[in-house]
Every structure is written in C-alpha cells, then in structure tokens.
C-alpha cells in the first residue's frame, strides 16, 4: 500500500551520513510506531534532531500488528519502546506485563478527530439508535479498546451496543467493498486512510466516536520494556525529553510535520492537507489519563485504575 515508515527510515529519513555519524557512539533504543500521525512524533524527533539532542541514537521501526503487537514485541525483546493505545498500555500493566508507560502521544480534540464512523455514500444512519442490530467493523475486535469508542457513542446516541456486531480484520481500503457486499453497515478507521477515502468519495462520515469519552484526554503514549527502563533510566528520560521537546515543537508546525508525514507515507500532499493533524501531549497526568481509563473500566475492557499509578518516576518532569 503505502511506503511504510520503517522502509522511510532505512532510505534516510535521518537526514543522510552526516547525521548518521553525529549518532554514532550514542546510547541506542530500538522504537517501533505506526504509519498514523498519531504514533509519528519519534518519526519527527529522527528528523528534526531531537533524539540526538537528547544523546539517543534512535533506530525505529513499522509495527503494523497494533498495541497487542507492541507490547508482544517488547516482551520478545525485539524492540524497546513502541507506540500503543493507552487503554491496551493499561490492560497489559494488570495483566502484569513486563512493560510500562514511558511517555505520551496523541490527546483527543474535538475540533480536529483523528478517528471516526464512517458509513457508506448511500446510507444515512444518523445515530447510535439507527445502529442497534448491525454491524461495525473496527480495527480491534469486540470488548477492545478499538472498540471501547464507538461502544460509547452508540449508547450515548440512543442506541444499545450490546446489540451491535463488532467484525474485525477488515482492511481500510476493503471497506468500500464491504459495505456494498452488505458484510457490514459502518466502519471505525482514522487517517490518513479515513481522509483517503472521503476524497476518493467512497465513504462519508457518521460521527466522531470519541467525542463520548470526552475532550482533551490521552489517546495513546510510548510504552516501553520494564527491564529495559530499570538498567537504563537515564535513556529512558533522554526519550522522554525528546517526546516532549518534539510535541511542543510539532503542535505548532504543522506545515513542517505534514511533509515529513508525507513523504514518509508517500501520501500526496493534498491528503496530508487536508486531514486532522494530532495534538500531542507534552506530559502523562492523571488529568488526561483518567476518562479514557473510566469509560474503559464501565465497559469492562479493564478494572478499575487510578490513572497515577501508570506515570512512573522516568515519566515526570
């Protein structure tokens, strides 16, 4: 489909030999992202040079298997950092997973939704209501965090979730096919593949599905290797500092990110253009941490969980 970030890497993102020199002798941490803009901030310290600011020689890489797949690579030892949804992060710290969150990514905006409900041109569903006994395809299966949010809207909406079938393993580009094969009724996705698909015409939008959850709060972060922060402390809060010098930085340049995102991905610039650009968080909080983590713990994705007791001490300012 696209270029992937990792091939984007190995043909030079780090701004050729000179840079690479500038990396060598530094501490290295293996960091794996998606191709989302959401996950790109390591795609963005690489390129600006916050990592070697940091004193970090940052090797990334593509995971395209999701937070499950993350965090089944770090306890594999495959990589060290990688890029996940905050409620799969908090899922795995109860199962006692050896993994911990290191540093935050995306928060939710209500003026710019990374993520929607996308139904076909020819339908009009209007809310969770129209929805009660149909199918959703989302990119995570049922009683996941991928679909914690349009569980929420669904029941905030009129409708009852419960009743609603949620499918998964549906790629973006086959859901124009799905819907007019009838295999499903309406689809999760973000971009850039949702903004790819409203221009080509083959989908429109239902709602904004974490609008339910609320505004402002964290929607993914950095999580990292246990082991791998207790015998390197000190590079883990490089990487962190890194994370929070480039949030601050890409907040506000949004020109700048939209054409390292493109070229990466190799989308054209009017998608990039024309897609909503995330909003990082410079620092995990309880504040942004906790509504997502409420709401999963209603729907029972996870239990019960003070949001502090995810920011360990490498995290803090």
Sequence with gaps: MRLTIAVFVLLGLAVGAAHQAAGQGLPVVRVAISDTDLAAEPLYAQETGAFRRAGLDARLSDSKRGGAGVIADIKAGTIDVGFSNLISI??????????????????????APVNAIVQAPSTNYRSGADLNGKTISSPSGPGSAGALA????????????????????????????????????????????????????????????????????????????????????????????????????????????????SKALKLAPAVVSAMSRTTYAETLTPAIMQPPLDVAAKYGIIKPLNAGELIPDVAKP
């Design 90 to 111: 908090a899922a795995a710290v109860q199962r006692g997973e050896p993994v911990v969150l290191i540093a935050p990514a995306g928060v939710h905006n209500r003026n």
């Design 150 to 261: 349009p569980a929420a809207w669904i029941d905030q909406t009129g409708g009852d979730s419960r009743s609603v079938r949620f499918v998964t393993g549906i790629a973006p580009f086959d859901i124009p096919a799905a819907f007019r094969e009838h295999r499903i009724d309406v689809a999760e996705m973000g971009d850039p593949d949702l903004t790819i698909l409203r221009q080509r015409g083959d989908v429109k939008v239902l709602a904004s599905p974490f609008d339910a959850i609320g505004n402002g709060y964290l929607l993914a972060g950095f999580v990292a290797s246990k082991s791998w922060v207790q015998a390197n402390p000190a590079e883990a809060r490089r990487f962190v500092a890194a994370m929070r010098e480039t949030a601050r930085w890409a907040n506000t340049h949004h020109p700048e990110t939209a054409v390292m995102l």
